[in-house]
């Protein structure tokens, strides 16, 4: 691509910085715009991430009761304002979310490491405005069944978020690579290394993989929580990211193999029965490792 291209693509498109201060939004709520497709963004062809048209911010910022209309899609609440949106009492609200009946958009860490769920105001109201969840807001004691999982210490809060974060991840991902890494992200090392045994092809995936979204330097308490609530722990949930990312790579693999050193062939393909789960007689070692690695990340608390 030309230099006067490259050139023309950033004069008519803003940074997420500079597109968040031009529509009068924190730079937090800009990205979960951006998240929920509320505002459109193009890839940087200067390899410097995604960017916002100009056109876009002129048609965001003309729309009818701009800025109030976008920060009302935005606004996201704790536990306490949740609950006051939806009419309930603040554990009543928690048993929801716990239930996954409700679901976190995002969260953060606070000072005592525990995580603050948040979600958005929008859906919590319309979730309060509908009907058919009226005995589950008023009646006195909620059904048996849903009793039953909050004794057996269901909270679903966390594995709802990923699948939401990975609708994030996925959305804007055009190229297999970036959709591999967007995968990649909910799984730990040793799934990824049992998945991607070849280096040269883990070693690229890497770079499409991203990180946590709460802040906190890598390795600090606040970063290895943050890692542990982004890494999947269900047995279903991880059979499913790793028989998606087994698909994405094998079409990453077709359109575009992995950089190696010249000369050097990549591996012959794993065969289908290596990408499974193992069967029952057979040993698992990855489980151990795995138990290892969440024994040395810190617990925390959730609101």
């Excluded at 105001?121 to 509908?130: G, I, N, P, V």
């Excluded at 090392?189 to 990180?211: C, K, T, W």
Aim: charged share 30%.
């Amino acid at each position: 691509m030309s230099g006067d291209t490259i050139t023309t693509t950033h004069r008519l498109a803003c940074t997420p910085s500079r597109a968040a201060r031009e529509l009068g939004l924190k730079r937090g709520e800009l990205d979960l715009a951006l998240h929920l497709g509320l505002i459109r963004t193009v890839p940087d062809e200067g390899g410097g991430g995604r960017r916002v048209p100009r056109s876009e911010i002129d048609r965001v910022s003309s729309g009818d009761g701009f800025p109030d209309t976008l920060l009302d899609r935005v606004k996201v609440v704790g536990t306490t304002q949740g609950a006051d949106v939806m009419g309930v009492p603040a554990g009543r609200f928690t048993r929801l979310a716990r239930l996954g009946l409700v679901v976190p958009v995002t969260f953060y860490l606070n000072r005592y490491r525990a995580v603050v769920w948040l979600y958005l105001a929008e859906e919590l109201k319309r979730f309060a405005t509908d009907e058919k969840n009226a005995s589950l807001l008023n009646d006195r004691r909620m059904p048996e069944g849903l009793r039953a999982m909050l004794d057996a210490g269901v909270d679903l809060r966390p594995r709802n978020w990923r699948g939401r974060h990975r609708g994030f991840l996925l959305r804007p991902a055009e190229d297999p690579w970036e959709r591999a890494g967007a995968l990649a992200a909910f799984l730990d090392p040793v799934q990824i290394a049992e998945i991607v045994p070849d280096p040269y092809e883990r070693s690229h995936l890497n770079r499409f993989r991203p990180g946590p979204p709460a802040s906190g330097t890598p390795g600090s308490p606040f970063g290895l929580i943050a890692e542990r609530i982004m890494t999947a722990d269900d047995p279903d949930e991880i059979g499913l990211l790793r028989a998606d990312l087994t698909a994405v790579l094998d079409e990453a693999r077709r359109v575009r193999p992995a950089p190696r050193p010249t000369g050097e062939r990549p591996p012959a393909p794993a065969h289908p029965r290596q990408l499974g789960s193992p069967r029952p007689e057979e040993p698992a070692p990855p489980r151990g490792l795995l138990s290892r690695f969440r024994r040395r990340t810190p617990r925390a608390t959730a609101l």
